[in-house]
C-alpha cells in the first residue's frame, strides 16, 4: 500500500490532476489506457513488468502522449534498453526530468505490437515455459529442457524489403568467416532460403530472461536486427543463450544477422510465433517496423 501512495504522490507533482489504474487480472489495460489519451491524458506512467508496460505503450502506439516507466518487474527488458535505472526512485527522476525520445515499434501481422523482439521457432515454444517459471512454477524447467534439447533446425525463406547485399550484415564475424559469408550474400534478390534452430527479430537488445539477443539493436534506427540461428547444435545454443543471459553479451560466429525495415517468413512446416512472448500463431508471418511511433520519457 505504500508504493501506492508514494505512486500517487509523485504523480500528482507532474499533473494537476491524476488517475491511478491498477492493473488486475481481467481487466483490459489496453483499453483502459487508450479511454485516458482519449480523455486527454499528457502521459501515462507504467510502473510495472514488462508485460504491463507492453500493454500500456500498446495503447500510445501513434499519439503524442508519452510513457513513463518505472520498472518493478523480473526482468524488465524494455526498460533496460532505453538506459532507464531498475532503481524505482531513480527512475521518477527520469520521469521528472521529462526529456522524450520517439523510438520504433514492431508489428507483426498487422495487428501484434512489439517493443523488444519477436521470435519464430523453438524460442516460441520455449516462451511459454518461461512464463510458468517466473509465476515459480519450477518444475517447469525440465519441461524447457526438454524442449531445447528435443529441437529440430527447420528450413525458413525470408523476404526482406532490400537486397540481400544491403540486409546482410556481419559485425558478430571475424574476418575470414565475414569474407567467406559476404560471397554468399552479395546478391541483389531479397529473399534467401535458410536452415536454423530460430530467428530472432529485435527491435531492442534484450528479450526474454534479460537475453542479449541483439546488442547492436537501436531503437530509433528503423530498423529491426534479425538474428539467424543456424548450425547450432542443441548444446550450443543452450550454452549460447546461458552466456548473453542477464544482460552479457557474447558473440557467436554461427550467428546470421542482417537488418530490414520489413520481413515476411514462411516455412513448408508451420512454426510458432510471438511477439514480446505472447504466442501469435505460426508463420508465414509479416514483420514491419513502425519508425519512431511511441514516445517515451528517458
Not at 165 to 178: N, P
Request: glycine share 8%; hydrophobic share 45%.
Amino acid at each position: 500500500m505504500a508504493a501506492r501512495v508514494d505512486l500517487r504522490r509523485v504523480l500528482e507533482s507532474l499533473a494537476d490532476s491524476t488517475e491511478l489504474i491498477t492493473l488486475e487480472e481481467g481487466i483490459p489495460l489496453v483499453e483502459r489506457v487508450r479511454e485516458a489519451v482519449a480523455d486527454g491524458a499528457d502521459l501515462v506512467v507504467a510502473a510495472g513488468g514488462d508485460g504491463t508496460v507492453r500493454d500500456v505503450a500498446t495503447a500510445l502506439v501513434g499519439t503524442v502522449t508519452p510513457l513513463g516507466i518505472v520498472p518493478l518487474g523480473t526482468f524488465n527488458n524494455f526498460a533496460r534498453s532505453l538506459n532507464i535505472p531498475m532503481d524505482p526512485t531513480a527512475a521518477w527522476q527520469i520521469i521528472l526530468k521529462g526529456q522524450i525520445r520517439r523510438v520504433d515499434v514492431g508489428l507483426a501481422n498487422d495487428k501484434h505490437h512489439f517493443f523488444e523482439a519477436a521470435g519464430i521457432g523453438v524460442d516460441a515454444d520455449l516462451f511459454p515455459v518461461g512464463e510458468e517459471i517466473k509465476r515459480g512454477h519450477f518444475t517447469a524447467l525440465i519441461q524447457g529442457v526438454r524442449l531445447a534439447l528435443a529441437h529440430q533446425p527447420s528450413r525458413l525463406e525470408l523476404r526482406f524489403d532490400r537486397s540481400l547485399a544491403r540486409a546482410y550484415t556481419a559485425s558478430y564475424v571475424g574476418q575470414s568467416t565475414l569474407t567467406r559469408r559476404r560471397r554468399r550474400f552479395q546478391s541483389l534478390k531479397r529473399q534467401t532460403r535458410l536452415r536454423c534452430s530460430f530467428i530472432a527479430i529485435a527491435n531492442g537488445p534484450y528479450y526474454g530472461g534479460n537475453f542479449t539477443i541483439s546488442p547492436n539493436a537501436v531503437l530509433d534506427d528503423g530498423l529491426f536486427s534479425i538474428a539467424v540461428f543456424r548450425d547450432f547444435s542443441r548444446t550450443e545454443l543452450l550454452r549460447h543463450f546461458w552466456s548473453i543471459s542477464r544482460g552479457r553479451r557474447q558473440y557467436n560466429p554461427k550467428l546470421e544477422m542482417f537488418v530490414a525495415a520489413r520481413l515476411e517468413v514462411s516455412a513448408p512446416k508451420p512454426l510458432s510465433v510471438h511477439v514480446d512472448g505472447v504466442p501469435i500463431g505460426q508463420t508465414p508471418a509479416r514483420f514491419v517496423v513502425l519508425p519512431r511511433a511511441l514516445s517515451v520519457l528517458v
